[in-house]
């Protein structure tokens, strides 16, 4: 797997440094960069050993899981919010025999 990397600092005075792969397409070339950073190094194309099948499918499946799980959450607060909201109007609505 190959990609154009470089290195890029956060601010002006800061220490932190983090590698960004340049897109693929990208309008401004070696130009391009990131809001909040400035490029500090050349770019250079470098070739990544790709991860076996058998390494990166089950982290994967893994990212899927956690997905899911989170959908489900937002998921079943949403329809709790329905029900409390239901349950409020019926509560108004509903009256008490004498």
């Not at 990397?5 to 792969?21: C, H, L, N």
């Not at 990208?26 to 909040?36: L, M, R, S, V, Y």
């Not at 899911?68 to 409020?88: G, Q």
Request: aromatic fraction near 10%; proline fraction near 5%.
């Amino acid at each position: 797997m190959k990609a154009r990397v470089a290195m890029f600092q956060r601010g002006v005075d800061s220490t932190w440094t983090t590698t960004w792969s340049q897109p693929q397409y990208t309008d401004e070339g070696d130009a391009w960069t990131i809001d909040g950073y400035t490029r500090i190094t050349e770019w250079v194309d470098v070739e990544f050993p790709a991860l076996p099948p058998e390494v990166t499918v089950p982290a994967q499946l893994a990212a899927l899981d956690r997905k899911a799980e989170e959908v489900k959450a937002e998921f079943t607060a949403k329809l709790r919010e329905i029900a409390d909201a239901r349950a409020s109007l019926l509560a108004l609505t509903h009256e008490v025999a004498k």
